[in-house]
């Protein structure tokens, strides 16, 4: 089964200094029918304006990746992390027994654009930690790359879940394939560009839920950026 859901379809809201659309239930936006897609419970597209962000605040017991399509993202957390996380970045971090972190748009002039991803972790009460890695264009020019695994060691970040999360740039007329193991989902987001999904039209801001299907096949129509995740 192959489920598109358009970028219009998603939750909007602007509030000045934050532009954000919900792929799933969050905040304000609540639907019983949308509370996550397997091991996946949050996935914000947020546009964050200059010189503002998103005060400390706690979180605990969750699985949290945030990935900067562009602009700069400035992070401080209460483990003592200062990090700014860059255009192609990505950072991890398991909030466990519980953490606080603040989030800032540090340019005068630029927006960031990020993705806010939360994962269920597979065991509450785990210690807190962070990590953060960069994963240029040119490393998954139309091929997947792994950005975050719940498998150690490799290039990809690690996370408390079951899942792989994959990048691709594809040019157009390009294609890449992935094959769906028995029992597992994929969902795949587009971020940029626009692509056919087995033979379906989907653009930035799309997304794709897939289940009890062989294998998944993407195709660039303009360049693509897309992320794939691999979900138990």
């Excluded at 914000?44 to 700069?72: Q, R």
Aim: aromatic share 10%.
């Amino acid at each position: 089964m192959l489920e598109i859901i358009r970028s219009e379809e998603r939750f909007q809201a602007d509030y000045g200094w934050l532009k954000t659309k919900h792929s799933f239930s969050f905040g304000q936006y609540y639907d019983p029918d949308n509370l996550h897609f397997g091991a996946l419970r949050v996935l914000n597209d947020d546009i964050v304006a200059p010189g503002t962000g998103f005060d400390l605040h706690p979180h605990n017991n969750m699985e949290i990746m945030t990935y900067v399509i562009s602009g700069s993202l400035e992070h401080q957390d209460s483990m003592g992390h200062k990090e700014v996380i860059r255009a192609g970045e990505v950072q991890c971090m398991t909030a466990g027994t519980g953490i606080f972190h603040s989030e800032t748009n540090p340019s005068d002039t630029e927006p960031v654009h990020l993705l806010q991803i939360w994962f269920y972790p597979n065991k509450q009460g785990l210690t807190p930690s962070y990590d953060q890695k960069s994963f240029p264009v040119r490393e998954r020019k139309n091929k997947w790359i792994p950005i975050v695994t719940g498998q150690k060691g490799g290039d990809a970040l690690h996370i408390h879940q079951d899942v792989n999360v994959q990048l691709a740039t594809l040019e157009s007329g390009k294609s890449l394939s992935y094959r769906q193991a028995p029992g597992r989902r994929f969902f795949l987001f587009v971020i940029q560009g626009a692509c056919l999904v087995n033979g379906e039209e989907v653009k930035a801001g799309d997304s794709v839920k897939v289940t009890d299907l062989h294998q998944l096949t993407v195709e660039g129509q303009t360049e693509a950026h897309v992320m794939l995740m691999d979900l138990a």
